[in-house]
């Protein structure tokens, strides 16, 4: 067998943030109906989460959902689990007109944390308002980062989760990166 | 610069987190349609100075496609809707009538 390995190996950079690629987590694109309750009930299953809302995540250490779009899920789950926990969606769900992938393998994620200064990180890739009220822990957001499309929740007030396809992992790393250089802070949002 | 909402996901954002994909309702006329209709569905597009219907796609978010009525002259969006329905709803054309009266657009009005 050959031996899975992250988009970057787990690199990490220390600035004015701490940026770090978690390494490997699983990850199931779940399209289908979000109203029905049967698929409602198959991701809670497989995460131990409940269905968000509206750009919303629920997600806890590496288990969740995220909202992606009206007919699409994020399911995060443990790496090794991803098999299993797909198997179990495709049994729970095979009523219904639905698509779960394992989509593991085609994305990599960043964490960036070190206080509320994460904030003017994003703030300087994304077009989003990162400001104390607008955006939050529990909220989720797909946008763009520089040039790349790329998606964030906050686990706590004090950390950032970056999801990107793996294609442009080395780009994103070295975005934030530069977003995070010493002596950078702004001091505007944080 | 313009500022959309997405009807889909709620999202206001920028233009760059965007991408626009040309007029909106516009009727297709494909195999068995006369030369000149489908001439006119693929070439003739309106250009206006005013009030505009265009399509867009959220492509650095949830991917899905809309309408938006704005104003090519001030840049102002009169509103966002979504892209299943033949004409423009009642409260989007409300919205331009309360800024520009006796506008149309194609056959809308």
């Not at chain 1, 009523?95 to 703030?123: C, Y």
């Not at chain 1, 007030?157 to 396809?165: K, T, Y």
């Not at chain 2, 006369?34 to 949830?62: A, I, M, T």
Request: net charge neutral; hydrophobic share 40%; with cysteine.
């Amino acid at each position: 067998m050959s031996e899975a390995v992250s988009a970057l190996q787990g690199a990490s950079y220390d600035g004015i943030a701490q940026v770090r690629e978690i390494g490997l987590q699983g990850m199931i694109t779940l399209r289908g109906d979000l109203g029905n309750t049967a698929l409602k009930k198959a991701a809670a299953a497989a995460t131990g989460q409940d269905m968000p809302g509206q750009r919303k995540a629920n997600v806890k250490d590496d288990s969740g959902i995220a909202w992606m779009s009206p007919d699409e899920l994020l399911i995060l789950v443990p790496y090794d689990a991803v098999d299993a926990r797909l198997e179990a969606l495709g049994k729970a769900l095979a009523k219904q007109h639905h698509m779960a992938v394992n989509v593991s393998d085609a994305r990599a994620v960043f964490e960036l944390s070190g206080g509320p200064v994460v904030r003017e990180v994003i703030a300087k890739l994304c077009p989003v308002d990162m400001a104390v009220g607008a955006f939050g822990a529990g909220d989720f957001r797909r946008t763009r980062m520089a040039q790349v499309p790329a998606a964030f929740w906050m686990p706590d007030e004090n950390s950032v989760r970056i999801v990107c396809f793996r294609s442009v992992a080395q780009y994103v790393f070295d975005l934030l990166k530069g977003a995070a250089a010493p002596g950078s802070a702004v001091g505007y949002l944080a | 610069m313009l500022i959309l909402t997405c009807p889909y996901c709620g999202v206001t954002g920028e233009e760059t987190e965007f991408h626009g994909g040309g007029e909106a309702h516009v009727k297709r006329f494909g195999p068995g349609s006369s030369d000149s209709e489908f001439r006119d569905y693929l070439f003739s597009k309106v250009n206006p100075k005013g009030v505009h219907f265009e399509r867009w796609r959220h492509n650095n978010g949830c991917g899905k496609w809309f309408h938006a009525a704005r104003d090519t002259m001030t840049l102002e969006v009169y509103g966002t809707y979504p892209a299943q329905t033949f004409e423009p709803p009642q409260e989007i054309k409300d919205a331009i009538t309360a800024k520009r009266p006796g506008w149309s657009w194609r056959e809308f009005s």
